[in-house]
């Protein structure tokens, strides 16, 4: 790890999700499968079970879900529009603290994540991440010798960090209307928002 990722010790880190944190996953998923003939019905805040075909109204198998998602992200990962205040927010967090992207995607996408992130003037150092990010954070919180903060959207996300890194504070992100109607409570986050003005000003009141 500390051949990967550059960290100045002295300053606090942000350890920072990418899809429905900073990239509008949902929006770009949901005018993939329009585009495949396929719908989401928003029944539940998992993949499995809302996606449908649009022709017979059929749920498409589980199994298949996998190969969807890769073909998504192979075309949207280098495309996909910002959350609103996303760049703005972590550009002027960036001057007080380290800022790492740690997301969970395809191995075969996270290049054009990596050059998504350039196109919009957002060069942080990118993790390419597969199920739990507890075990990637407590790396990250080793290189510092200050304050740590995660952010997600996906509630096993914010458990995997609470439950396993006492000491990082989480926070809760999810700005998405739809989901948020959907979503399971979220018990064991330090914060919980749904705009990046409210993550900036939680994190300068605490570092």
Known sequence: MKNEIKIDKYLPLLICDADEVIFKFMDSFEEYLDLNNMFFTYKSFKLHGNIFEKKNNKQ???NNIPDIIK?????YAIK????????????????????VILSNIPKASSLDRIQ??????????????????NNRC?????????????????PNQISSVSNNCKNIITIHFLENKKLIKIIPNVSNSNYKVNNWIDVKNIILNNI
């Open 116 to 133: 998504c992130l350039k196109d919009n003037n957002m060069n942080y150092p990118f993790i390419s991440n597969e199920g739990p990010k």
């Open 138 to 154: 407590i790396e990250l919180e080793k290189l510092t010798e200050k304050k740590v903060f995660f952010i997600d959207d996906l």
């Open 80 to 99: 996909m529009p910002l959350i609103e205040g996303a760049k703005e927010v972590l550009e002027e967090l960036n001057k007080v603290m380290n800022i």
């Open 71 to 75: 073909d998504f992200f192979f075309h």
């Open 60 to 62: 498409i198998n589980g």
